[in-house]
């Protein structure tokens, strides 16, 4: 059983950045891992997913602002938001998706955490 812990969330305005950090409690290195954020109202999204290898994939609407990251050696998946904006603002959690494909469209999660507040204004 694999447990995630996101942190790093936060209130920011418009323009600034964040970086959020997924703590697993094991090794989690073996699964494709990624970013998912739900705003109230709106359907869950995939933000951004990561290989087991470190290439990645991103969200259109993320595309060139956020940045995917892992750290196998520290069992740690980061998000760095740069350019946010007040469509950004949401709950983000991180996941981890054992099942083909390794897309921002997969939500079938193996283990998810329970997530850390984005807040844009």
């Known amino acids: 059983h694999v447990q995630l812990v996101e942190s790093g969330g936060g209130s920011v305005q418009a323009g600034g950045s964040l970086r959020l950090s997924c703590s697993a409690s094991?090794?989690?290195?073996?699964?494709?891992m990624g970013w998912f954020r739900q705003a109230p109202g709106k359907e869950r999204e995939g933000v951004a997913v990561i290989f087991d290898d470190g290439s990645a994939m991103y969200g259109n609407s993320v595309k060139g602002r956020f940045t995917i990251s892992r750290d196998n050696a520290r069992n740690t998946l980061y998000l760095q938001m740069d350019s946010l904006r007040s469509e950004d603002t949401a709950m983000y959690y991180c996941a981890t998706l054992p099942m083909y494909p390794c897309a921002v469209d997969n939500f079938v999660f193996g283990y998810r955490g329970q997530g850390t507040q984005v807040t844009v204004s």
């Open positions: 094991d090794r989690a290195n073996r699964y494709c």
